[in-house]
């Protein structure tokens, strides 16, 4: 069994900075592709940053320039820096990892909210 664990999300100002982090455990053969969505009230889960095993890396153009996707592929951990958030960063942020066997799986979600 495959759990995800992220942790980070919070209440922060806008132009603030949080660092979201998602630890992947159990029986995981190879993770491709670790990757962060979120999904705001009433929208649709989005695409916000995905980074490969080799380390190539996707953003989506919103939050281009100001967050940045790592992981540590020892410790099947991603990352998500973001720095100057904006109240519309506001949103659920879920952990995805892609299996080189293209299994995906999910993590429960973390709350950020970018309010004064």
């Known amino acids: 069994q495959v759990q995800l664990v992220e942790s980070g999300g919070g209440l922060v100002q806008p132009g603030g900075s949080l660092r979201l982090s998602c630890a992947a455990s159990?029986?995981?053969?190879?993770?491709?592709?670790m990757g962060w969505y979120r999904q705001a009230p009433g929208n649709q889960r989005d695409l916000v940053a995905t980074?490969?095993?080799?380390?190539?890396?996707n953003y989506a153009d919103s939050v281009k320039g100001r967050f940045t996707i790592s992981r540590d592929n020892a410790k099947n951990t991603a990352y998500l820096q973001m720095n100057s958030l904006k109240p519309e960063d506001t949103a659920v942020y879920y952990c995805?990892?892609?299996?080189?066997?293209?299994?995906?799986?999910w993590g429960q979600g973390t709350q950020v909210t970018v309010s004064s």
């Open positions: 159990g029986t995981i053969f190879n993770i491709y592709v």
């Open positions: 995805k990892i892609v299996t080189t066997h293209d299994f995906n799986y």
């Open positions: 980074i490969t095993s080799g380390g190539s890396t």
